[in-house]
């Protein structure tokens, strides 16, 4: 300790470095960006990979509770020590922890793919792979990407994935179902959905096979397939009465209230107006005093059609706004167009 302030007051006073905060941390940083690179370079190769590994390892067992705000650092440093698969799992762990604000996420599940290309043989490495190849085709189709790209991601990952059931490759499935039918591809979309159904279904997996059902919705709505998209929301209440939390792990929301509030837009689509209050509250209980963007978003987005065509200027309204306010909180243009298009 006392070697290490010595040194920063000699490059202090020798004005290399300067004192850049003081709270909560004492930080410094070099005055002229020239004298970093200087530094930097004139460090071996093999000492400066041992420094970013060293330095990696101290900001893990440091960073306790602030380990997830460190986390964009510690993996700069296991990639500069030129160990790849440390690095790819931290950009892993931030793109999980960022869940879908496909935004940022993106850019941290392409970087788990350049750094584990040539790591093919380590299976941590193939499986972090192809949860990056799922997650990139979920992430683009929901954030404008162009759909010849999405395409080009859809077929890497079907590639890294095999043929072989995972849910890896079942959430492939049911992500570019969704894309396909966006593009009017329906019954593409309805094959891919199936898949993706029936894998999770051999899997026995409930979180994959809510997550699917939830995208079955987008594929059969309810104007065009009302049997089916009956069947969907039944389904998805039987799962969510043996786990309210069913379906938020993969899928970003519960997904209870996915189906509490299709089923609120079914009944008002029917003309069954004197059960849509009940099915509003249903909807208001099951999401509760949750703070999730995306469940807020989903029910606002519903109270506010129902409220609109029941000739509520003012609920309506105050429930677009919400349905805005809630959006502009994700890096999910499809939620964002949910909220504009309810503002």
Known sequence: GDTLQSGL??????????????????????????????????LLRERRRALHAEVATALQALAGDTVDQRAPLIAHHWEQAGRALEAA?????????????????????????????EERDVPEARALLG?????????????????????????EARLEL??????????????????????????????LIADALAMARRLDHPDLIAMSLVSSSSVYPWSE????????????NSLYAANPSVGE???????????????????????????????LAECRRRIGDSRNPMEQVWLNYCATVVRARQGDASGALEHGRQ?????????NLWFRLLGHAAR
């Open 225 to 236: 397939w009302p049997d089916m998209a009956a069947q969907i929301v039944l389904e998805i």
């Open 131 to 155: 949860q990056a190849r799922a997650r990139l085709v979920y992430a683009a189709g929901r954030n404008a990407v162009p759909e010849a790209e999405v395409a080009q991601l859809f077929a």
């Open 89 to 117: 799992r931290w950009h892993a762990r931030i793109a999980d922890r960022l869940g879908w604000n496909v935004g940022e996420a993106i850019v941290h599940w392409r970087k788990v793919t350049e750094l584990l290309g």
């Open 249 to 279: 792990k993969l899928g970003g929301a519960r997904s209870g209230v996915i189906a509490a509030g299709l089923d609120l837009l079914a009944l008002f689509h029917r003309g069954h107006g004197a059960e849509v209050e009940a099915s």
């Open 162 to 191: 095999g043929d072989s059931d995972s849910r890896e490759l079942a959430v492939t499935l049911a992500s570019y179902a969704i894309v396909r039918s966006a593009a009017g591809h329906v019954e593409e979309a309805q094959r």
């Open 323 to 331: 349905t805005l306010e809630w959006s502009m909180q994700l890096q």
């Open 9 to 42: 007051r000699r490059l202090v006073q020798s004005e290399f470095l300067y004192q850049a905060s003081l709270y909560p941390e004492n930080e410094y940083a070099f005055k002229h960006p020239l004298t970093r690179e200087v530094a930097y370079a004139s």
